[in-house]
């Protein structure tokens, strides 16, 4: 029974499938003899529209692929060959004048080619033979084409062989120079990001020493009468070694004072004035009063309206006071300047000793080669700075000077201070900082000092020689990565916190840093 079963279904498989088979024959037959009508009825209809130049129908398209000229097959094949080639060796062409080979010897070949292959494909009898569609294509031309095209498709093919390994490398190496420059570019903007930031840091008080500022007054305020001002002879007394200190920070010059004290082999004789904002004077001199100087050194704090000396049409800063140091002290034959950012290692008192030979400032240059001279500080484009100073000449560095205020007074450098601050309100001497106002002020004025006297660089430089800091007599912090900041380098940080009475009240209550 099942047998008989699969037999009937094989059977009427077999039926169904002879069936399909002679409907799709009569469907194709169909076909054709509709074709067939179509193409007798209308032979135009195989034709190209004049205005479109293009056949219209699916049924002329098709005819025509049955019966086309088999040689304009071939003709049409070889023309795209040629055609995709020159839009190979043009594209090869681009990549060389990218690369900026314009006078190579690649470009010159690619750009030949070019032109052969123009001249092949746009050649009169070949165009027309492509154009031509009624016209039988003569076989001579055909294969005269064909060997052409082969020809310059072979010279193409080995020139992009022989240059593609090049080219890529080329290309590779622009993308890389390309990178560089765009990392080169972020650079630069990241360093001038960095520098606003560092410097921002630089000028800015912390918190903590602002604390400590305002506790230092609060003492004052609860306790007046600890803390009366004191005069001493001994302030006006030229025989002394006297200091110049201006800031507003305390921790800072308590560490300059401190360090300069304790390194002295006479501090007694020793007396610093200290000059601050009126703000800052209770607070300066609370912490001397608390923390009396090692050795029974003398301190002096005045705020800087204290002085009558100044430019009433100016607004002072402390930084403009340094100039107008043999004003502010009548009395004094000669003064050690100190910048708020050093520590003091040796005894200076040697310093007042130096023969200056009737110059006014006694600094440490700080030139080398090319490096740290007038004319990068200056601007000699400027006709009266290149008639006055030579651009060759060695700086030196601003943060301890030895001042002879007699030679001073005698070269009248303050006003030569006024002439250059007038000279440069629109910028073109100099852009920003001190330094080169004071390279022009002392101009032919300055002793070059033993370069052991005074080391700088410790606030940016992390290359510095310990031996030199060692043998120092004064460390600098010039930079913006002063000591008391979290930016500090932790490899001199030590070296000034040291000098910090870190066990007081007021340092401890405030959470400075150290």
Not at 187 to 213: E, F, Q, R, W, Y
Not at 217 to 240: G, K
Not at 305 to 333: C, G, I, K, N, Q
Request: neutral net charge.
């Amino acid at each position: 029974m099942g047998s008989a079963a699969r037999s009937g279904r094989a059977s009427a498989f077999r039926n169904f499938f002879t069936y399909r088979v002679f409907v799709s024959a009569i469907f194709t037959l169909l076909f054709l003899v509709t074709l067939s009508v179509l193409l007798t009825n209308n032979p135009s209809s195989i034709q190209p529209s004049p205005n479109s130049g293009t056949v219209p129908t699916y049924v002329s398209r098709t005819f025509l692929a049955l019966k086309s000229d088999p040689l304009k097959t071939r003709l049409d094949l070889i023309y795209k060959q040629a055609t995709d080639h020159i839009a190979l060796v043009n594209a090869y062409t681009a990549y060389a004048r990218k690369l900026k080979l314009e006078n190579s010897k690649q470009l010159q070949t690619f750009e030949d080619l070019v032109r052969d292959f123009s001249d092949l494909t746009t050649r009169p009898v070949y165009k027309q033979a492509l154009i031509d569609t009624d016209r039988p294509i003569d076989e001579d031309v055909l294969r005269q084409f064909e060997k052409e095209a082969k020809e310059r498709i072979k010279i193409a093919r080995q020139l992009i062989v022989e240059t593609k390994e090049s080219f890529d490398n080329q290309l590779k190496i622009q993308k890389l120079r390309d990178t560089i420059f765009a990392v080169n570019e972020q650079l630069t903007k990241a360093k001038k990001h960095g520098s606003v930031s560092s410097l921002i840091s630089a000028k800015s008080t912390p918190k903590s020493m602002h604390c400590i500022a305002m506790r230092l007054v609060n003492e004052l305020i609860a306790h007046p009468e600890n803390y009366a001002e004191e005069r001493h002879q001994a302030f006006e007394d030229p025989t002394l070694y006297h200091y110049a200190i201006f800031s507003d920070n305390v921790i800072a010059v308590s560490v300059a004072v401190n360090s300069s004290a304790r390194n002295a082999v006479e501090p007694t004789k020793h007396v610093f004035h200290i000059v601050t904002n009126r703000m800052m004077v209770p607070a300066m001199r609370v912490w001397f009063k608390k923390h009396p100087v090692h050795g029974g050194a003398l301190v002096e704090v005045k705020a800087l309206e204290d002085f009558d000396v100044f430019d009433a049409s100016r607004t002072m800063s402390l930084d403009d006071m340094v100039y107008y140091l043999p004003e502010m002290y009548p009395s004094l034959h000669q003064i050690l300047y100190l910048d708020d950012d050093v520590v003091v290692q040796k005894d200076l008192s040697g310093l007042w000793w130096i023969n200056m030979e009737g110059k006014v400032n006694g600094a440490v240059e700080i030139c080398f080669g090319p490096f740290h001279r007038f004319g990068q500080y200056l601007n000699f484009s400027n006709p009266i700075v290149k008639e006055r100073f030579n651009p060759k000449a060695c700086a030196w560095a601003f943060g301890m000077n030895m001042f002879n205020l007699d030679a001073w007074r005698r070269e009248m450098n303050t006003d030569q201070y006024r002439y250059w601050v007038n000279m440069n309100k629109d910028n073109t001497i100099w852009k920003t900082g001190r330094l080169p106002l004071g390279l022009m002020t002392f101009y032919g004025t300055t002793k070059p000092l033993d370069k052991s006297w005074h080391v700088v660089g410790l606030g940016h430089n992390p290359s510095m020689s310990m031996d030199d800091i060692r043998q120092a007599a004064v460390i600098h912090f010039s930079g913006n990565m002063k000591p008391w900041l979290d930016i500090a380098m932790n490899q001199f940080k030590e070296l000034w916190t040291k000098y910090v009475d870190s066990d007081t009240e007021f340092v401890q209550a405030c959470n400075f840093g150290l």
